[in-house]
């Protein structure tokens, strides 16, 4: 392949040589279309790895924020700084209140129980299942986030008792009991993943726990997708920041959404699967709304597993 490069370049040169010539003057067609591709394919980057040198992150006190239900034991709030520029969707669940139950993504989406799992848009769990909130779970692999149908988890996956996913022992996890509480756990090992565990999802690292930011090495702000525990893992927090538009809103680093989570009111915090796999979709007025992300074209990704909160 590489030994006929030459010869192609010649055709290719010799093709913008008569466009130019059919022109008379305009510019050459060729290079226009090279620009227009460039700027195509950069505006579609969903994980731009812009570091936060410039402003710094403030959180909103917890006083400042105003929520308003969704439906009995849950509320949902938004944080709009137009000086980062920032945008943050916030959404806090009773995991107590009796007519609230917690899905995550089912057995039948699976080929295996390693992983391998058929992907879908974030919005279409919540469409299926009729979800209240719905927001994307577990980091993955996958040969193409826009042309390959099936992903395969990072991490631990348990619905309904069934282990879906093997556990990652270098991730934390997120782990819904029996009794309906949860809990935040920095490692994915046998002897926390008991048999009272009804569903857990994986995530990538332990950002807040006890009330304490915990130092992380990745620095730059993004499109984030962070679940936070209070109350004994009674009260479930649930933070979408939005950064792929970053002229619209800049995104979060691991330790700036930590301080927000604390200021929320969370004592553990886990960081979810961010950049381009980010999603909240909720439930208002009998119509599912996608929260975040939001773009210009309606395109979101098939994620590897999601977690919805439903009213029974």
């Known amino acids: 392949m590489l030994q006929n490069y030459p010869a192609f370049l010649q055709s290719v040169q010799a093709r913008v040589h008569y466009k130019q010539k059919l022109s008379e003057g305009t510019l050459p067609v060729f290079p226009l279309l090279i620009l227009a591709c460039s700027l195509w394919c950069f505006s579609g980057c969903t994980t731009v790895p812009t570091t936060y040198t410039d402003t710094p992150y403030q959180p909103i006190t917890r006083e400042e924020i105003r929520w308003h239900p969704l439906s009995p034991g849950i509320e949902a709030a938004d944080i709009h700084d137009s000086q980062l520029p920032l945008i943050v969707h916030i959404v806090k669940i009773d995991l107590l ?33 009729n979800t209240i909130v719905a927001f994307n779970a577990a980091p993955f692999k996958t040969r193409s986030l826009l042309f390959s149908l099936y992903r395969t988890i990072v991490g631990i996956h348990v619905t309904d008792f069934r282990r879906m996913s093997m556990p990652n022992e270098r991730y934390g996890a997120l782990l819904f009991y029996a009794d309906k509480t949860a809990r935040i756990i920095d490692s994915q090992t046998e002897d926390v993943l008991s048999a009272s565990v009804r569903h857990a999802v994986g995530g990538f690292w332990t950002i807040l726990r006890n009330g304490s930011v915990l130092p992380q090495k990745l620095h730059r702000r993004d499109s984030r ?31 700036e959404t930590a301080n927000l989570m604390r200021e929320l009111g969370s004592d553990d915090a886990l960081q979810l699967d961010g950049g381009s796999s980010s999603s909240l979709i909720l439930q208002e007025n009998g119509e599912q709304r996608i929260v975040s992300p939001t773009r210009n074209l309606n395109i979101h990704i098939r994620t590897a597993s999601n977690i919805g909160i439903v009213i029974e």
């Open 225 to 255: 997708t962070a679940v936070g525990l209070a109350d004994n893992g009674k009260t479930l927090f649930v933070v979408a920041v939005e950064g792929e538009n970053k002229r619209k809103s800049k995104g979060l680093s691991f330790e």
């Open 97 to 129: 209140n009796p007519s609230i139950s917690v899905i995550t993504s089912e057995p039948a989406l699976f080929t295996n129980n390693r992983g391998r799992i058929r992907g879908e848009t974030t919005r279409d769990f919540a469409s299926r299942h």
